[in-house]
């Protein structure tokens, strides 16, 4: 099976800033259901994660943010957020919008 990377963005909506130090687990679906982790990291000072080498298919991406949020002392409704989405050949762009109270995805580029 041909191999894809996965690279994701974190911008803090209520600051206008990226969201540096949000960890993030990519996980692949696996054969017969369920899902495994594939990597771990926390986003950079510019609230990325790239290059995450993976194989096509169905995966998540998870963000904790609210541990993030917490070490902010900010309250949040969203402990945390989980986008699933198709890894296609090639490379995958998923970035998060992100408030305390709100978020938002799409498919970057």
């Given at each position: 099976?041909?191999?894809?990377?996965?690279?994701s963005?974190?911008?803090?909506?209520?600051?206008?800033?990226?969201?540096?130090?949000?960890?993030?687990?990519?996980?692949?679906?696996?054969?017969?259901?369920?899902?495994?982790?594939?990597?771990?990291?926390?986003?950079?000072?510019?609230?990325?994660?790239?290059?995450?080498?993976?194989?096509?298919?169905?995966?998540?991406?998870?963000?904790?943010?609210?541990?993030?949020?917490?070490?902010?002392?900010?309250?949040?409704?969203?402990?945390?957020?989980?986008?699933?989405?198709?890894?296609?050949?090639?490379?995958?762009?998923?970035?998060?919008?992100?408030?305390?109270?709100?978020?938002?995805?799409?498919?970057?580029s």
């Amino acid at each position: 099976m041909n191999e894809c990377t996965v690279s994701s963005h974190v911008l803090n909506a209520v600051e206008g800033r990226p969201a540096a130090g949000v960890r993030l687990t990519l996980l692949r679906e696996r054969e017969g259901g369920g899902y495994e982790p594939v990597r771990s990291d926390v986003t950079d000072a510019d609230g990325r994660v790239s290059g995450w080498a993976t194989v096509p298919g169905r995966h998540r991406l998870r963000f904790d943010t609210g541990a993030w949020f917490a070490a902010r002392g900010i309250a949040t409704f969203y402990p945390e957020v989980e986008i699933a989405f198709t890894a296609a050949e090639g490379h995958s762009h998923v970035p998060l919008l992100l408030s305390p109270f709100a978020y938002s995805t799409y498919r970057g580029s």
